[in-house]
């Protein structure tokens, strides 16, 4: 069974760092690119950034570049994301997710998410 | 980057009705458009990839069609599980881009 499991969420004030985490078991994590997505409260979903299996491509939203860093352990199958430089617009529940195989590229499965409070 | 539009932003409808949501691209998307199903404090969940390919174990109440720039994903007789918040999503190109999602609610 797929799981993602996120953490490190918190509160943090405006100018502060975070580093979320992902854990993934019950699918080789290294064959999947691995996204995170974020959702401020009451709003709709936002793509933040994505890194290739093999850790060596990565994407970012243009709201988060110079500023967030995706990245990848393989070896302890972990997703992280290192958030800089916070602003209050970056509160939402952070959700990893993972792409599925084809073409397509959905997000098959999804994480509970963790909750980043930023508070100006 | 890629807008996607949603319409109607919300919608009653009752147990048993037809109903249709509809998500626009700025730019043809060929069928890369994926539809996903959010309840309330929970992390959305796949329902439809490539445009109208369903997920196995979805209902086969969904269903979705479109090509290029305009899609659409119906659920032919509501059942009460189905009421929550839909989103469309372009994976055609990055930055991915949602759509502001469709807010379900039982009439």
């Known amino acids: 069974e797929v799981q993602l499991v996120e953490s490190g969420g918190g509160f943090v004030q405006s100018g502060g760092s975070l580093r979320l985490s992902c854990a993934a078991s019950?699918?080789?994590?290294?064959?999947?690119?691995m996204n995170w997505v974020r959702q401020a409260p009451g709003k709709g979903l936002e793509w933040v950034s994505v890194?290739?299996?093999?850790?060596?491509?990565?994407y970012y939203a243009d709201s988060v570049k110079g500023r967030f860093t995706i990245s990848r352990d393989n070896s302890k199958n972990t997703l992280y994301l290192q958030m800089n430089s916070l602003r209050a617009e970056d509160t939402a529940v952070y959700y990893c997710?993972?792409?599925?195989?084809?073409?397509?590229?959905?997000?098959?499965?999804w994480g509970q998410g963790t909750l980043v409070t930023v508070s100006s | 980057d890629i807008q996607m539009t949603q319409s109607p932003s919300s919608l009653s409808a009752s147990v048993g009705d037809r109903v249709t949501f509809t998500c626009r691209a700025s730019?043809?998307?060929?069928?890369?458009l994926n539809w996903y199903q959010q309840k309330p404090g929970k992390a959305p969940k796949l329902l439809i990839y490539g445009a109208s390919s369903l997920v196995s174990g979805v209902p086969s109440r969904f269903s979705g069609s479109g090509s290029g720039t305009d899609f659409t994903l119906t659920i032919s007789s509501l059942q009460p599980e189905d009421f929550a918040t839909y989103f469309c999503q372009q994976s055609y190109s990055y930055p991915l881009t949602f759509g502001g999602g469709a807010n379900l609610e039982i009439k």
């Open positions: 890194m290739s299996g093999s850790g060596g491509n990565t």
């Open positions: 730019q043809s998307i060929s069928n890369y």
């Open positions: 019950g699918f080789t994590f290294i064959r999947y690119d």
């Open positions: 997710a993972k792409y599925g195989t084809g073409s397509y590229a959905p997000f098959d499965y």
